[in-house]
C-alpha cells in the first residue's frame, strides 16, 4: 500500500487548484508567486533552520513554480542545505 506525507498530498492538492487558461503572463506569475507562498507557508514549519532539511520543486505544465531548500544538509556543521542539492529518492527503513 503506498502511503504519502502530509505535505506530499498538500503540495498535489494545491496544484489542483483551477486557473484559468487564457491569462496574461503578469497574472499567471501572480498566481504562480501566490502558490509558491502558500506551500512554502506549509513546509517551513517542519523544516526548521537549525534542523536537517529537505529540498522541494514544483513543476507545473513543464515550467518550474517553486525551487526551495530547508532547514540544514549537515546539521552538525551547519551547513545550510542548498535548492539544488542533488540526494537520492526513497527512504531508509533501517534509518530509524
Known sequence: MLRFSPLCLVAILLLQLPGAAA?????AST???ALATRIGAVVAPYYPASGPG???IVVK???TIVRQAYGLADVAKGVPMQAGAVMRLG????AS
Open 23 to 27: 491569462q496574461a503572463q503578469a497574472t
Open 54 to 56: 529537505a529540498t522541494m
Open 61 to 63: 505544465d513543464g515550467k
Open 31 to 33: 498566481e504562480e508567486l
Open 91 to 94: 527512504r531508509n527503513p533501517d
